[in-house]
């Protein structure tokens, strides 16, 4: 059986050792490699960066298997007849927790203030506590769901807005309206599809909170861009934190680079861990070769 990774070839470094370790783990008997001839591929190991648009050959192939969580750039692929899993990682949730985390203590704390402190002033002014600080997560899924816990676990009290209704979860248009009215840290961690494309837009933005500060390592299509610098220069939206955007690298003349109330961190909130994730492809092989169902497959009409 042969498993081929289309992903960087930096990746390869870490897939060749990994990945037949736990296959073998998994009691796979599986051949991994990084070329082959499309007719003979039994499952795509797969980066949407890599140039392999073209699924047709692949006749009998039973799976793609995303390295990436978010599944925008294959999804609508009309060459891919095949079943898509999505990269559902615990080291990569681990780091999206981690990011979340430490930019949430950043803007609640204040911190800006004592870091770059030119004129030495002594303001003795203490931050509220997390419990009286209110964030607001859009996208409860394999993400948002491990970051609002944690966040709960410091005491935030954690508001969640999810598509599908969820216990102790907000959902529809009215659950967005009450989200975001109350949210004075929003986190973005919904995937991009029609549904989510400019989420955050003049209107949205404005339910906010004055001050409200805006962190998103969800997809940079859910932002308005327009709308999210108009918001900052108003003051209304106090800091965002950005780590995804709609070109990637992000411009060097793009208005966010400059603007002195918002932090771009280059698409590094969290990443696909081969360790732990070389774990999870296997386990789908072996599902897939026991005719079990596949973990993490991704609804191709719902986009995610
Ligand atoms: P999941 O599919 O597990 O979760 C997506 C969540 O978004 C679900 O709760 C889903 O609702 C919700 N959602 C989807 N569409 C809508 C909608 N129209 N209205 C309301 N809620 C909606 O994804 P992950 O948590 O694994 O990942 C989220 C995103 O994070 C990825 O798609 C990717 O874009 C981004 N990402 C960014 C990284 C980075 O380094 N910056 C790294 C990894 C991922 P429901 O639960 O009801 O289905
Ligand atoms: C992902 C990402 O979707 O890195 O996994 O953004």
Redesign the pocket.
């Known amino acids: 059986m042969t498993t081929v990774l289309f992903a960087a070839p930096a990746l390869w470094a870490e897939y060749e050792t990994e990945l037949p370790k736990a296959l073998a783990e998994a009691g796979v008997a599986a051949h991994v490699v990084t070329m082959a001839d499309p007719a003979e591929v039994d499952y795509i190991v797969y980066a949407p960066s890599s140039p392999l648009q073209d699924f047709a050959p692949y006749v009998r192939t039973k799976a793609v298997l995303s390295l990436?969580?978010?599944v925008e750039r294959i999804v609508n692929n009309p060459t891919l007849t095949q079943p898509l899993c999505r990269?559902v990682d615990p080291g990569?949730t681990e780091g999206m927790v981690e990011w979340v985390v430490g930019h949430t203590l950043r803007h609640h704390l204040g911190m800006d203030r004592h870091i770059v402190n030119p004129g030495h002033i002594w303001d003795p002014t203490c931050p509220p506590l997390a419990r009286e600080r209110p964030v607001t997560v859009l996208g409860m899924g394999a993400l948002g769901s491990a970051c609002a816990a944690a966040l709960r676990g410091l005491n935030f009290p954690v508001t969640g807005w999810s598509r599908t209704p969820k216990p102790g979860c907000l959902h529809g248009e009215a659950g967005l309206r009450q989200a975001l009215a109350t949210a004075q840290i929003l986190v973005l961690l919904l995937p991009k599809t029609p549904q989510t494309e400019n989420i955050l837009n003049a209107e949205t933005l404005a339910l906010l909170p004055h001050g409200a500060v805006v962190l998103n390592p969800g997809r940079g299509a859910l932002i308005d861009d327009a709308a999210l610098l108009a918001a900052l220069e108003s003051g209304h939206v106090g800091h965002a934190t950005l780590d995804?955007f709609r070109v990637e690298p992000l411009p060097s003349d793009h208005p966010y680079w400059s603007h002195p109330r918002v932090t771009v961190t280059p698409?590094i909130a969290?990443?696909?861990r081969a360790h732990s994730a070389a774990r999870v492809i296997a386990e789908n092989i072996r599902r897939g070769e026991a005719g079990e169902p596949f973990l993490h497959l991704v609804d191709r009409v719902r986009g995610y």
């Open positions: 990436w969580a978010g990269m990569l995804v698409h969290a990443d696909t």
